[in-house]
C-alpha cells in the first residue's frame, strides 16, 4: 500500500510526498487487446457501442467524476448521422489546476492505405490507431484512483477522430473541436495526447506542431523521458502531424503537446490505415514507456513543487 504523507517544514509549510506509482505495460496491452476483441470501433459499429461500454466501466469505478459528452455528427460521406460520445473521467474535479491526458477511442471506417484494394473500404481493427491510447489511459486510472494527486486530472476519451478522408481534414478530429467548442469543464493548463503509441518499433520524436504550441513543455517532457531511460523518446524534431492537439489549440487556446509515432512501423513499411494494425504490431514495453512517462510526469510535477 501506498501512503500520502504529508512532511513538514520548520517553517510550517505543508509539502506533498508521494512515491511514484509503477505503470504496468502488461495490464496496459490486455487493455489494448480487450478493445480489439470487440472488433472495428468505428461508429455506428456495435464494436463501437460495445468498446464505448467498456470504457465507461472502467473509469465509472475508478474516476470522481465522468462526464459522457454525446453529440450527433453527419458523417458527409454517406449522409448518415451517428452518435458520437466523448468521455471525461476527472480526479479531484473540485481541484481549479488542472492536466488533461488524451486519446481517441474510435476507429477508422476504412482500410484505405492497405497494400490490397478489395480491403480498402473494410473498417480497420486499429490497435495502435486507437487501442494503444486509451490503454495507456486505463492504466493511469487506476493509479490516479489509488493515489490521489493534489492537482486535478482529466482523462478525455475522444471520438470520431478518424473519419475524414485524405484531403478533407474538415472531417477529422470531431471529438476534439466538438470539446473545445462546448467546454463541459474548466480549461486544463495544458493537455498531452498520446496516439500510435503502441507501436513494437516504437520511436517517438518531437512532434513539430508541439514544439510551436507548448515547446517548454515538449522538452520538459523529453527530458524526462531521457532522465529515465525511456529509449523510444527522441530529442529530435518530428514532422507536423495534423491531430486533435492541433484543434485544442486552435478553438479552446489550450496549450497541447502529442506523443505520437507516426511511421508505424517505420518509414520503410506501413501499417497505419490498413488491416494491418493489429495487437501483434504492437507491445507492452511501448505501452510501459509511455505510461511510465506520464505518470513520472504529472507526479514529480506536484513533488517538486
Known sequence: ????????????????????????????????????????????????????????????QL????????????????????????????????????????????????????????????????????????????????HLNSNPLPVGIDLIFLDGEDMGKSGDLEYFFNGSRYLARNLPVNPPKYCILIDMVGDAELVLPMEWHSIQQAPELVWELWDEAENLGLSAFKSRRGQPVEDDHVVLYNEAGIPAVNIIDFDYPNRYRNYWHTLEDSPEKCSAESLWQVGTLLLNHVYKKVRDK
Open 63 to 142: 474516476a470522481d467524476t465522468v462526464i459522457n459528452q454525446t453529440f450527433t455528427y453527419t458523417d458527409p460521406y454517406v449522409g448518415k448521422a451517428w452518435e458520437l460520445t466523448n468521455i471525461i473521467a476527472q480526479f479531484q474535479p473540485e481541484l481549479k489546476e488542472r492536466i488533461w491526458i488524451a486519446a481517441h477511442w474510435d476507429t477508422r471506417p476504412w482500410a484505405d492505405r492497405d497494400r490490397n484494394r478489395q480491403y480498402r473500404k473494410t473498417p480497420i481493427l486499429g490497435a495502435n490507431d486507437g487501442a494503444s491510447g486509451v490503454a495507456v489511459l486505463m492504466e493511469m486510472a487506476n
Open 1 to 60: 500500500m501506498l501512503i500520502i504523507a504529508p512532511v513538514f517544514l520548520m517553517a510550517g509549510e505543508n509539502v506533498w510526498s508521494q512515491k511514484i506509482p509503477e505503470f504496468d505495460g502488461e495490464r496496459s496491452f490486455s487493455y489494448l487487446e480487450d478493445q480489439c476483441n470487440f472488433g472495428p470501433r468505428n461508429p455506428g459499429s456495435a464494436g463501437h457501442d460495445d468498446c464505448l461500454e467498456y470504457i465507461l466501466n472502467h473509469v465509472q
